[in-house]
């Protein structure tokens, strides 16, 4: 008697829902029910485990293929990802699989994402909106998961789907700093080891190294505003090579970091005060693969943009895919626009992001070529 299988097919077609998704379920049987993306999970996950002894309309039934489920998981959305891996050990197995993860990160970055942030009441609130925006227009955000963040928390960088981020703590009356990486997709969060150092403050920078495929984090510290302003104990946490431990690095450039940086290409580039006495900066340069500082002598000169900027003050951002250069105010404003700059063409456009304006207070950090990632690192 000839053995089949339920034929299940998942859409991805944008619902209104809260998980923006919905599935529908096919049986060989004429009806088809449209149900959510948790039912369709659920029916999915009945399939599979179906004992082969079991009969439907008269005909033998054999479980799901691992080879099918892979393929209708990577049609989920990633904040259902996490949920997935509870269902069984079989679907666990797949979802922690390098091809699997390797696979889902891919068909991601085929459609990267502008990602949003803004800290309301001590948590920090996500947003993600389309990146590919070829004329002026308006588009409408996603809220993701969110995490707490205090007035002593500071955002690191963002790299590959993922926010570094660290929290400042008391322990025993002493002041440490904890980094921990979250993904704003899947809601996942891993606490990092401490930043060792007596110093109270500290800097860090989240960076990535391509060759390699590792994380890093390096931080830095000093005494305090008053007592002194050069950095000191440079140190860097790699995560991926199965020991999460700090080690120090050597740096010959005395400076002070002044602003976020942005990791290209295997190098970390952040603004720093070279000399505290005439106020002059530099470009840091630090080889994340090597572990090498080196500098850049900033150019003093600025070029203004007008028009459809008006008087907002912008910051850059970073060169998009399509060579342009993303530029977007600090805090929230009504209208909310961010900006498109073409070098080839001397152009700027405006994109309105809307359902911002509901952010009054603090500050916005705007991320280019989000991505989703799926990879569960509890095991770094």
Not at 200 to 219: I, T
Request: aromatic share 10%; charged share 20%.
């Amino acid at each position: 008697m000839l053995k089949t299988w339920p034929i299940i097919i998942v859409s991805t077609r944008p619902d209104p829902s809260p998980l923006g998704f919905k599935a529908t379920i096919s049986a060989m049987k004429s009806r088809r029910l449209n149900l959510s993306v948790e039912s369709s999970i659920s029916a999915i996950s009945r399939c599979s485990s179906r004992s082969p002894t079991s009969t439907n309309g008269g005909e033998n039934s054999e479980p799901i293929p691992a080879d099918l489920i892979f393929e209708l998981l990577l049609r989920l959305p990633a904040k259902s990802i996490a949920r997935c891996r509870c269902v069984s050990s079989l679907w666990s197995s797949i979802l922690i699989r390098p091809d699997f993860t390797e696979l889902f990160f891919t068909r991601s970055s085929s459609l990267p994402q502008l990602l949003l942030s803004r800290q309301e009441n001590d948590e920090l609130l996500f947003f993600t909106a389309p990146q590919a925006v070829h004329t002026s227009s308006i588009i409408s955000p996603n809220h993701h998961k969110k995490i707490p963040f205090l007035s002593t928390s500071q955002i690191c960088g963002h790299l590959r789907g993922l926010i570094c981020l660290t929290h400042q703590r008391t322990v025993k009356k002493r002041k440490e700093t904890v980094p921990v990486m979250f993904n704003p997709s899947t809601g996942e969060s891993l606490e990092l080891p401490k930043v060792k150092t007596s110093m109270v403050m500290v800097r860090s920078f989240f960076a990535y190294d391509p060759v390699a495929k590792q994380f890093k984090v390096l931080s830095m510290s000093w005494p305090c505003y008053k007592s002194g302003w050069i950095c000191k104990d440079h140190q860097v946490l790699t995560l991926g090579n199965g020991n999460l431990a700090w080690r120090m690095v050597e740096c010959g450039i005395p400076h002070h970091p002044t602003y976020d940086g942005i990791c290209i290409n295997g190098c970390l580039y952040y603004q720093a005060i070279v000399d505290r006495g005439s106020g002059v900066s530099a470009i840091i340069c630090f080889d994340v693969r090597s572990e090498k500082f080196s500098f850049i002598r900033k150019a003093q000169d600025r070029d203004e943009l007008t028009g459809e900027t008006g008087e907002a003050q912008l910051y850059y951002i970073g060169m998009s895919g399509n060579n342009e250069v993303l530029l977007s105010p600090r805090y929230p404003s009504s209208p909310f626009y961010v900006f498109y700059y073409n070098f080839e063409r001397g152009t700027i456009r405006r994109v309105e992001i809307q359902r911002m304006d509901a952010l009054k207070h603090g500050r916005i950090h705007t991320f280019l070529d989000h991505v989703e990632d799926v990879k569960l690192y509890a095991n770094v």
